[in-house]
């Protein structure tokens, strides 16, 4: 691959971590067949953006902050646009997003514009031949596809935390280019923000997930604080019994009418296992079950699991965990 | 109003996955088709909407093959107008072929709203609706879960990481839908008697006009479907509050985690 842009995330003037992904994966397929490939990773946003200096290190050659007043909230026609023009002109072979809430929103839209395919939430990529060979889970990810795109630019959005940030230093060189677009006609008025500094469980890197075992939506409160002893890196998810019983917001929901999480650990507290809660987490890297049942099917995917009852080993995991984090 | 709900007939992939001799095909013995539940929600949305309104009509629309006409049939016993059948034996792997076919059925509708769900559960691509906009240079809003539609604009509600955005758009648009929006109906015994009777009209269309190396043209093509891989069986650690160091341990020496 010559060269391949990267599409960044912002939220408030501050980059997304999710970006490191998207330029770790852009590196990945820059450097297949060769490595010659340059990475231009670019990020829209109403001024300047904190933490693209880090970008260098992860391996983008050049970090272009396009800016726009109207890009200080996602604004989707005009980033499409913005981001087909600029694939245009930079004659890239491929465009990398990340399949978050605003990329998987902004990728057709943008392969649309370029006429070109589009393979969403991949968790895997190469270069055979020639054409670039994705991985995408599919079935509620009792399947895996594999796809070969063909065309160029080819555009993918990368399942977050599949593509753990490596260090490849590159230049990191910055450019700041006002762009001239309308914002469209779809306008985001307002966000609402989730609890500040709450994690999402599609991205937290620790995500503790809670079932009916907690008996009632306050008993939530003992995975809280477990999530709290991790500081700030884990989410609390739950099974679709408890969020279609009121207790926990949809946008916790795991599984496969809910979120598909990957997280490096993942633990289930008081979940039964069913193949559709295994739908939404059986990729994740590190596995715990906690249930008073030993036959559990949750017990057939955890790596490590604890039989007995959760309101006893949560608050002494806890404990264990702020020790460790002193 | 007038409302145009593209709907896909998918495997029920629920209940079991088998994959064919080729170790690219589903293998589709003894499995039941159903529809996208995603778009489900869309049908339900865009028959609550017509009702509101009055007046009006609610147009189904599916790519597929001839057996697609019972998916149709399912959407018309809920309750939608009419339906129309883009036949062809090749659903294309290629989301933008997709778009095109549907594209160019809904291009002179003149449709006020265009309901996708917002994805298809067989091929989880996730790109349909938005491309279909994109093509008819409407404006879009993917993952509704939220809907206020007051004369010729509306606001939308999606959720996003850690947060709720709060969409305006003008109508006409292009939707597509998440779950949780509405509760949609079942169809009742007098809706699908009188589903047999509504139009149902069947053009045969040929995606990606033949070219291009995916399945049903495009760019696009499946190397292989494969299950995924085996989880390592793992082990129980301990019983109760006791196990809880050596599960730390484990996590720090051995998976390497904490
Ligand atoms: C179409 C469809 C889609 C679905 N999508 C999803 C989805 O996206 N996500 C999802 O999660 N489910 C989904 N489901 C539901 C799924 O089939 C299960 O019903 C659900 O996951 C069960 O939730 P649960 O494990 O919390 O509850 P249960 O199955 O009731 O399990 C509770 C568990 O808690 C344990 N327990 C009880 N008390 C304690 C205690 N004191 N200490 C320790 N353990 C205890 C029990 O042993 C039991 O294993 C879907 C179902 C369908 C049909
Ligand atoms: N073959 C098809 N026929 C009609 N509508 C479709 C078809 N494929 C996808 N769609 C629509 O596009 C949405 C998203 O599908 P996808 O992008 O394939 O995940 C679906 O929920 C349907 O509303």
Redesign the interface.
Known sequence: MSGVLAVLEQRDGVLRKVSHEVVTGARRLADASGGAGTVDAVVLAAGPVRGTDALGGFGADKVITLTNGAFG??A??GC?TAIAARATSGRYDAVVFTA???G??L???V???L???????ITDLAVEGGAV?VV????????????????TP?VVSLRPNVFTPVQRPRAGAAETVAVEVSA???????????EAG???V??APIVISGGRGLKEPANFKVLEALAASFGGRAAVGASRAVVDAGWRP??AQVG??GKTVSP??YIAVGISGA??HLAGM??S?????INKD?DAPI???????????LF??V???TE??RK?HG | MKIAVCIKRVADSETRVKIGADGKSLDEAGVKFILNPYDEFAVEEALQRKEKAGAGEAVVIALGPPQAQETIRTALAMGADRGVLLQTDEVPADGLETAKVLAAELKDGGYDLILFGKMAIDDYNHQVGPMVAELLGLPCVTTVAHLEIAGDSGTAEREIEGGVEVVEFPLPAVLTIEKGLNEPRYPALKGIMAAKKKPLDVKPVTPGGGCGGGRGGGRVEVVARVPPPERKEGRIVGEGAAAVPELIRLLREEAKVL
Do not use: M, W
């Open positions: 909230t996602y989707p026609e499409a978050s809430a605003t998987k929103d990728a057709p839209r392969a649309a514009k006429g070109v395919a589009l393979a969403q939430d060979i995408h889970p599919v079935y509620a990810g009792k399947a895996l596809l594999k796809l070969k795109l063909t065309g080819v469209g006609r779809v306008r985001v008025k307002q966000v609402k923000a989730a709450a994690l999402d599609g991205e949809h946008s496969q009418t490096t650990l193949i559709q059986r990729t890297k590190v596995i715990v079950a030993k017990f057939k995917v955890a790596d490590y699991g604890i039989v007995g009852d006893e080993i608050p002494r995991l264990e965990i460790l």
